[in-house]
């Protein structure tokens, strides 16, 4: 069977693509306007890149770099950047601009895109916060410009979409992502069903909540990067900053909230005080948390050896390929890997809807899925908090509430 062609929107160092190129596609025309992202494609495939802003683009030039033809794309992709529809935004300032937020504009660009090109599936990647109930108006607007390009080309694209939790298809991380797919003749997507769970709830007695299906145990961090815990490859991956000393006294898979009066450390800190990912550990035996596009010094996930992962790690957590070469200092590869699509769950969906609107078979696992490595180790040693940690301790008040300042916090003695 021939490649079916792709044209690849907002496409940051391809993490979407590889899993989709793994599923039989392939990729016509690349547009990214980031430099560094732009040197990790070139440095790793010889994809048609236009190296420009989506908005100076027009999709004549797409269709020309690509030597296509209106309604000849198979399938379109892209993730248009999402800061006005993310989680983070909401719990910081309470409600966001969303649509009056200039970056959202990007939903425009690449629904201008799927008018001009037509092609036959379009498929849109963006945070869970743009399907959030009462906050949903991007995902109405991308059905009223849908709406429109069916008025006035004569196509059917029909919307279906699904908030997926990415770990529930074998990547090795937790991250809820919101993907949207619409087939230019009406034919509707059924999204794949999860293949794997927490691992109490595969194991014997459990089986009838997911009927006859075989269900897979999650994929861990141990599964994706046990193998590289002792690989730096000469990064110096010390932690550094004023909590570096204390991370070592919070257990596996626990984060600073282990220091509060709800769980087992000192209460030094308030409940939900901090963002999430503050001081936060993975656990060997769990998926790893979502990969942080811009961290701070005491932003996790961090290892449990209490460093900061390599780059390698964060890439195999990502599932992209083995050999992938990224381009950058340490924060931008970071943020090229951070604001990246896990390759596996994208090969998942592309084989689906290979599958279900091209006919292709497929008799081998997916490229992209995370070999068991088992036993799993036990956790690591915790240290006691260190001394200079101590004058923390008190009682701290709890955040306000989601949307609510923090300014009144502090210790009440």
């Not at 340490?330 to 006919?359: H, K, M, T, W, Y």
Request: proline content about 7%; some cysteine.
């Amino acid at each position: 069977m021939q490649e079916l062609k792709m044209v690849s929107l907002f496409t940051g160092c391809g993490g979407l693509d590889y899993g989709f190129e793994a599923a039989g596609f392939e990729t016509c025309v690349a547009i990214e306007i980031d430099s560094d992202c732009c040197s990790t494609i070139r440095a790793n495939k010889p994809w048609n890149l236009i190296p420009n802003d989506i908005h100076d683009v027009s999709s004549e030039d797409i269709l020309n770099a690509g030597k296509l033809h209106p309604g000849e794309v198979d399938l379109l992709v892209g993730g248009p950047p999402c800061q006005p529809f993310s989680k983070s935004a909401y719990w910081v300032n309470g409600d966001t601009k969303r649509l009056e937020d200039p970056r959202s504009n990007t939903l425009h660009a690449y629904m201008r895109c799927v008018e001009d090109i037509l092609p036959r599936i379009f498929v849109l990647e963006n945070v869970h916060g743009i399907s959030y109930s009462g906050k949903e108006e991007g995902f109405h607007l991308l059905g009223k410009l849908t709406s429109h390009i069916n008025a006035k080309h004569g196509t059917n694209y029909r919307l279906s979409w699904k908030v997926i939790n990415v770990a529930d298809y074998g990547v090795p991380q937790i991250r809820k992502r919101f993907f949207l797919v619409a087939h230019r003749d009406g034919k509707s997507f059924k999204f794949p069903i999860p293949t794997h769970a927490p691992e109490t709830e595969c194991k014997a007695g459990m089986q009838m909540a997911f009927g006859s299906r075989q269900v897979s145990p999650y994929a861990t961090a141990w599964d994706a990067i046990g193998h590289m815990e002792n690989e730096s490859n000469g990064e110096d991956l010390r932690m550094r900053g004023q909590w570096a000393e204390l991370l070592p006294s919070i257990p596996e898979g626990e984060n600073y909230l282990w220091h509060t009066n709800r769980k087992g450390g000192l209460p030094l800190f308030g409940w939900r005080t901090r963002f999430w990912s503050f001081l936060l550990k993975l656990a060997k035996n769990l998926p790893s948390w979502t990969i942080q596009a811009q961290p701070g010094p005491a932003i996790g996930p961090f290892h449990w050896k209490n460093r900061l992962l390599s780059v390698r790690e964060m890439a195999a957590l990502q599932t992209f390929p083995d050999q992938i070469r990224i381009v950058g200092g340490r924060v931008s590869i970071q943020r090229q890997i951070g604001n990246a699509v896990p390759s596996l769950i994208s090969e998942v969906l592309g084989r689906d809807i290979a599958r279900q609107f091209f006919g292709k078979r497929y008799t081998q696992a997916p490229k992209f899925a995370v070999p068991l490595r088992r036993p799993i180790p036990p956790a690591e040693s915790v240290l006691p908090v260190p001394e200079k940690f101590l004058d923390l301790i008190g009682d701290h008040r709890d955040h306000p509430g989601e949307g609510k300042k923090r300014a009144s916090m502090g210790r009440t003695r």
